[in-house]
C-alpha cells in the first residue's frame, strides 16, 4: 500500500525579481576576498570603515580593494558614503538578512 507524500511546510517560492538579486549576492560573495572584506564592513559599526583601513589589514593592494568593493556595491551588500577625499563603506541595511534564510536551511541539511 502506497502512502500519501507529505512534505513539512515551506515558504512560498521567491519572486523571480528577489532570487536574482540573492543570486548576484552570492555571486558577489563567491571570492575569499570580498567575503573577508563583507567580513570587516559587517563588522564596522553603522559609521563604516574607510578603504584606507582595508588594505593593510587584509594584504589586499588598494586598487584591489576598490574593484572588489565596487562589486560588494553592485550587488547591493555594502554602501558607499564620500567624506572629502576618504569613502567609507558600510553593510547595507538587511542585505546580510536576506541570505540568512537560506543559509540557515543550508546548515540545517549539512
Do not use: W
Not at 538579486?21 to 563583507?38: E, H, T
Not at 563588522?43 to 593592494?61: A, F, K, Q, R
Not at 564620500?82 to 553593510?91: D, K, L, M, W
Request: with cysteine.
Amino acid at each position: 500500500m502506497e502512502t500519501a507524500c507529505r512534505t513539512a511546510p515551506m515558504d512560498p517560492p521567491l519572486p523571480d525579481d528577489r532570487a536574482q538579486g540573492i543570486a548576484l549576492a552570492f555571486k558577489a560573495l563567491s571570492d575569499p576576498n570580498r567575503v573577508k572584506l563583507m567580513h570587516r564592513i559587517a563588522s564596522s559599526g553603522e559609521g563604516g570603515v574607510c578603504v584606507c583601513d582595508l588594505t593593510s589589514p587584509l594584504g589586499i593592494s588598494q586598487p584591489s580593494v576598490s574593484y572588489h568593493l565596487r562589486v560588494l556595491r553592485d550587488a547591493g551588500l555594502v554602501d558607499r558614503r564620500q567624506e572629502g577625499t576618504f569613502a567609507f563603506y558600510s553593510a547595507r541595511a538587511g542585505a546580510v538578512a536576506d541570505l540568512s534564510p537560506l543559509l540557515g536551511a543550508a546548515s540545517a541539511v549539512a
